[in-house]
């Protein structure tokens, strides 16, 4: 919408096209220019004569890994489900179809008969390991790279359009992969890239840290940044990639698969309504696809595995970066030297190259003049740079961050300019939607590395603090004039070193959800310089900060929940939710009381009923589960963990009826619950919340479908006078009184943000209670984080917020 202000049309035409003295004008031409440049790209012509040699021998050293695999056994090779599908189905994106024509939306909304017939081909593909030829055929849109030269085929960005169905089974394949990748630790502890609850920040912080304690102790740190490996993706060892599949036991119908899936695919390419003619793909994995990250982190996985452990590492996919600290300079180049050198081995013996425009050198310090360094790569001089960019991070020699916060600001003033472009005094986008667009434009970028660069000075700090305050008045349209405390409050919008302090617990919260291996874990650890020397970093900042709100006295659940059994072999829950049409039907001719009570006593007459509740209580953040089974008049009632959401106290409370079950083993249940939530999680077999306990029901009830126990979910509606569920709501509410916690559950990440945010809030008041300024709005809302209500029109919310900050036109003429 601004490019169409600012009169920039978009235009999706392919001018003329030239390439080696040949030109391309109609579309026929042109389509097979492109996919000729596009093939190249992948050609084995772009491999060094060495490496082609090498790889050859390697080739005939390993020739098996050509030869499809027997069955393995394992229970990676039993056949896919129905539930697999289904939750594969819940994960997939709304993607522009291949060939085909066959969309997501027309599979998701199949009956269960029509998606079973898509897993029995699903498993005939599996058992055989031969995928259809139609699937590994990619159609090409070509997308004309910003700013180059468009009549160049190799200026275009070449867009994938591949089978739908085939990304439903490779998203299914990859799950199980990613299992056994990650339940196996196969990733090394520093690889961030393409993995859950993994980020950027893991390996910048790791990085800062570094250079801090190089700072205190007066020492130096030489840093090595691999900033891209040339053509990582299109130029993939493919055999290279099979023979670490087989080094690393993945085989049976999983190799297979694999196999098939990157060899034989081919391309063409679409210009307007007319197809290039077919070409085939001879190295790399596919454009687009969802395995293709998974695969280049197998692959690229081992690159600093002979590198010495006394040098520091990181990996985000591609984006590496090695360091070693120390006072003799010239000590510490030999051994990044040494380090480097490993690296370029491990690239010449896989396929690899990194680019040299790409990677730099650099040393960190506070010397007035950093010694020169001579690193090399390939045979080449590294360049020594003063100020790096590192995962979207510029980092300077001395690490002030007065260049990274410099960019910071140039990239939020062009937001500010899109905000000035959609409002004025008396026109233009709602107070609510400029905020939105504040959110997205400008405090996204703010946010991003804020917990990193929040070590900074205070005059640079303080600079950003004015793009807010500048964002905040444009939004709500208020005078110059206006105190930034008024600002902040009227919109609801947190101060900066608040925001920095909320987002600095989040990680930590986040970080202390994973394994002891992660990176991050090691700068939570007491050591010497956080005594010695007091700075706003990280490492130094945060550990006060959770001891001060007594923080490490709560568990957290982990980050990514691993479950102990394979999650393919998890049965379907059955669950029943026709309750609520039944009640539609009715049309309230009958009390909803006697609707249900009436289809559970049809439905489930000779059922055993297990009904089940939570409860929690927002002022004190008391929670409680419970369960109870009239046939027996067993009553179970326990009080939980505080701080744990409803949620939570709803499938806790599943979790119990479960075990009951599992011991006493009855032969057909119903477990009534009121909680769409859980019951929606527990089909979807997904929670962004609780997934560790979603999967432990599901186990619960694979361990339960052993034993041939019938288990059958059904949803009630809360608070209408059903007996069973009015008795359990009754026992949970009860046991929210009992004196002492009878269940310990550890936090789950998003509850422990909560409690974050309550406690940024929390700070926020007191600065807004005590503050001096902005004591008009103050008679008005005492409270913060609160928004007013909105009327939608622009010149009365700026009236009336102006009004409400005591600056407007009428007390500035008084």
């Known amino acids: 919408m601004i490019r169409k202000m600012g009169g920039i049309q978009r235009n999706n035409n392919i001018p003329v096209l030239v390439n080696n003295g040949k030109i391309a004008i109609k579309d026929s031409d042109k389509a097979v220019m492109l996919v000729e440049a596009f093939v190249m790209v992948h050609s084995n012509d772009n491999i060094s004569g060495n490496m082609r040699k090498y790889s050859e021998q390697k080739v005939r050293e390993n020739a098996y890994i050509f030869v499809k695999k027997n069955p393995s056994g394992s229970l990676l090779d039993i056949e896919f489900t129905l539930y697999e599908l289904k939750r594969a189905l819940t994960g997939g994106k709304n993607t522009s179809p291949g060939k085909d024509d066959i969309c997501y939306e027309m599979i998701k909304h199949l009956s269960d008969l029509s998606l079973s017939t898509i897993l029995r081909l699903f498993n005939k593909i599996w058992e055989t390991g031969n995928l259809p030829a139609d699937w590994k055929h990619g159609v090409i849109v070509p997308i004309a790279k910003p700013g180059k030269d468009h009549s160049q085929p190799i200026n275009y960005r070449p867009i994938a359009l591949t089978s739908n169905l085939c990304k439903l089974m490779e998203r299914m394949v990859m799950n199980r992969l990613t299992y056994v990748i990650e339940s196996r630790g196969i990733f090394a502890a520093y690889q961030s890239g393409f993995r859950k609850g993994r980020n950027t920040m893991d390996s910048i912080l790791c990085l800062e840290a570094e250079i801090r304690k190089a700072q205190i102790n007066k020492e130096v740190l030489v840093g090595v940044f691999f900033s891209d490996v040339e053509k990582a993706y299109d130029m993939l060892w493919k055999e290279g990639l099979l023979i670490k599949l087989e080094s690393l036991r993945i085989d049976g119908k999983m190799y297979n698969w694999i196999l098939s899936f990157l060899f034989g695919r081919t391309i063409q390419v679409r210009v307007g309504t007319v197809f290039s003619k077919i070409l085939p793909i001879e190295n790399g994995t596919p454009q687009g696809s969802l395995s293709s990250p998974i695969l280049f982190n197998l692959m690229i996985n081992d690159i600093f595995h002979n590198v010495d452990r006394g040098i520091g590492r990181s990996l985000y996919a591609d984006d590496g970066a090695l360091w070693k600290r120390g006072r003799n300079v010239s000590i510490v180049e030999k051994k990044i030297q040494k380090a480097v050198n490993e690296v370029e081995k491990w690239t010449n013996g896989w396929g690899f190259r990194f680019s040299l425009a790409k990677t730099k050198v650099i040393c960190f310090s506070k010397k007035k003049n950093n010694p020169s360094l001579n690193v090399k790569m390939y045979g080449c001089q590294l360049e020594q740079i003063s100020v790096v960019r590192f995962l979207g991070m510029w980092m300077d020699s001395k690490l002030n961050f007065r260049f990274h916060i410099q960019k910071l600001i140039e990239k939020c003033k062009k937001g500010i300019n899109v905000l000035r472009c959609l409002s004025g005094a008396e026109w233009g986008a709602s107070c609510h939607a400029l905020k939105r667009i504040y959110c997205a434009v400008i405090r996204s970028n703010i946010d991003y590395g804020c917990i990193v660069h929040s070590s900074a000075n205070k005059t640079l700090l303080n600079k950003i603090e004015v793009i807010q305050n500048q964002a905040l008045r444009i939004c709500c349209g208020a005078f110059r004039s206006s105190p930034v405390a008024s600002l902040q409050v009227e919109m609801g919008e947190l101060p900066l070193q608040l925001r920095r302090f909320q987002l600095r617990l989040r990680y930590w919260c986040?970080?202390?959800?994973?394994?002891?291996?992660?990176?991050?874990?090691?700068?939570l650890k007491d050591c010497w310089e956080y005594a010695y020397k007091e700075i706003t970093s990280f490492g130094w900042v945060v550990r006060k900060e959770v001891n001060s709100l007594k923080m490490k006295d709560h568990d957290i659940a982990p980050s990514v929940a691993i479950?102990?059994?394979?999650?393919?072999?998890?049965?379907?829950?059955?669950?029943?939710?026709?309750?609520?049409?039944?009640?539609?039907?009715?049309?309230?001719?009958?009390?909803?009381?006697?609707?249900?009570?009436?289809?559970?006593?049809?439905?489930?007459y000779s059922v055993l009923q297990v009904f089940t509740d939570g409860s929690k209580e927002p002022e004190s953040g008391r929670a409680a589960a419970a369960v109870y089974i009239p046939t027996f008049k067993i009553k179970m009632a326990k009080r939980l963990s505080d701080y744990v959401s409803v949620f939570t106290t709803e499938l806790l409370a599943i979790i119990l009826a479960l075990q009951w079950i599992e011991e006493v083993q009855p032969a057909r249940t119903v477990i009534c619950t009121d909680s769409m939530a859980a019951l929606s999680s527990l089909l979807s077999g997904k929670s962004e919340a609780r997934q560790d306990l979603v999967l432990e029901v599901l186990q619960s009830l694979y361990r339960i479908r052993q034993l041939r126990i019938e288990v059958t979910f059904l949803w009630v509606p809360a608070h209408v006078g059903v007996d069973g569920n009015e008795e359990v709501d009754l026992l949970a509410k009860k046991a929210l009184n009992h004196p002492q916690i009878e269940i310990k559950i550890a936090l789950s990440e998003a509850e422990f943000k909560r409690l974050i945010t309550l406690e940024a809030n929390k700070k926020w008041q007191d600065i807004w209670n005590s503050g001096c300024k902005g004591r008009h709005l103050f008679q008005i809302q005492e409270s913060v984080g609160k928004e007013r209500k909105r009327y939608g029109n622009r010149k009365k919310d700026v009236i009336l917020s102006r009004l409400r900050i005591g600056h407007s036109i009428e007390s500035r003429s008084v």
């Open 510 to 523: 986040g970080v202390k959800g994973h394994l002891e291996s992660h990176p991050v874990r090691l700068l």
């Open 563 to 604: 479950p102990a059994i394979p999650p393919w072999l998890f049965p379907m829950p059955l669950i029943n939710l026709q309750i609520h049409k039944v009640i539609k039907k009715q049309e309230m001719s009958l009390p909803t009381e006697i609707v249900v009570q009436q289809y559970i006593s049809q439905e489930y």
